[in-house]
């Protein structure tokens, strides 16, 4: 129980394009999902909080019309890197914690390489 | 505020022998403390949690950490290490505790296996 897919698992697009990143959770609602940024080497880095049918919430020093969040259900998150540019290349990497079960868990998926030429 | 600090950012074993990841915390409330591996290119999977029950948690994998709030440490262990265990470990304390939580992460802990 408590899996989360995220697809495409890797992708390579041109400077300027935008690309889209779906986090879903297969076996359980997700009221809140989580997006982070990872670095080679490095820690997580939390972006933002995305709570179905709200606004995200950024975290500071992430730009929030560069990085489009909508959760627009309680299975799916999607996250959108507008104008892609060769710094934004990292491991994306999305969690989802348990709509019906008050905890602090965060199950994660499995991780979204992005590369910008 | 919560913190946590991960003392190692290397650990280097031979198969077989006992596996020792260190992990200290600071948090202002009651911790929740998590211990998540992360194999390479992949995703992170929880391998425990603690939550103020008991102090010494059991997790997957043959993996335990134990929760000593004098030391404010949550150091993992396993009594023989395997192959599949080399990955990077992450000690991670709840935000706010509860299910308000956010997540802290250390910065990471790489085990290598020697055969």
């Known amino acids: 129980g408590a899996v989360v897919s995220q697809h495409p698992s890797w992708v390579i697009c041109k400077s300027g394009t935008s690309v889209k990143i779906e986090c879903r959770s297969l076996?359980?609602?997700?009221?809140?999902m989580f997006w982070y940024r990872q670095f080679p080497k490095q820690s997580l880095m939390l972006m933002a909080t995305s709570n179905e049918g709200s606004k995200a919430t950024y975290e500071q020093g992430v730009e929030k019309d560069k990085f489009l969040i909508n959760h627009a259900s309680l299975t799916l998150s999607t996250l959108t890197v507008t104008s892609a540019h060769p710094e934004d290349s990292s491991f994306y990497i999305c969690?989802?914690?348990?709509?019906?079960?008050?905890?602090?868990?965060?199950?994660f998926g499995p991780g979204t390489r992005l590369t910008v030429l | 505020a919560q913190s946590v600090t991960q003392l190692d950012s290397h650990v280097s074993v031979s198969e077989g022998t006992p596996v020792l990841l260190r992990c200290n915390y600071s948090?202002?409330?009651?911790?929740?403390l998590f211990w998540y591996v992360q194999h390479p290119n992949k995703g992170l999977q929880l391998l425990l949690k603690y939550t103020s029950a008991a102090t010494l948690v059991k997790g997957i994998n043959g993996f335990e950490a134990e929760f000593k709030k004098s030391e404010t440490s949550f150091h993992l262990t396993k009594p023989s290490a395997h192959m599949s265990d080399a990955a990077e470990y992450f000690c991670?304390?709840?935000?706010?505790?509860?299910?308000?939580?956010?997540?802290?992460f250390g910065k990471g802990t790489k085990l290598s296996v020697k055969p």
């Open positions: 948090s202002s409330y009651s911790p929740s």
């Open positions: 991670v304390v709840s935000y706010y505790g509860g299910s308000q939580g956010n997540l802290i």
């Open positions: 969690s989802a914690r348990h709509a019906l079960v008050p905890t602090d868990t965060q199950y």
């Open positions: 076996d359980f609602q997700a009221t809140t």
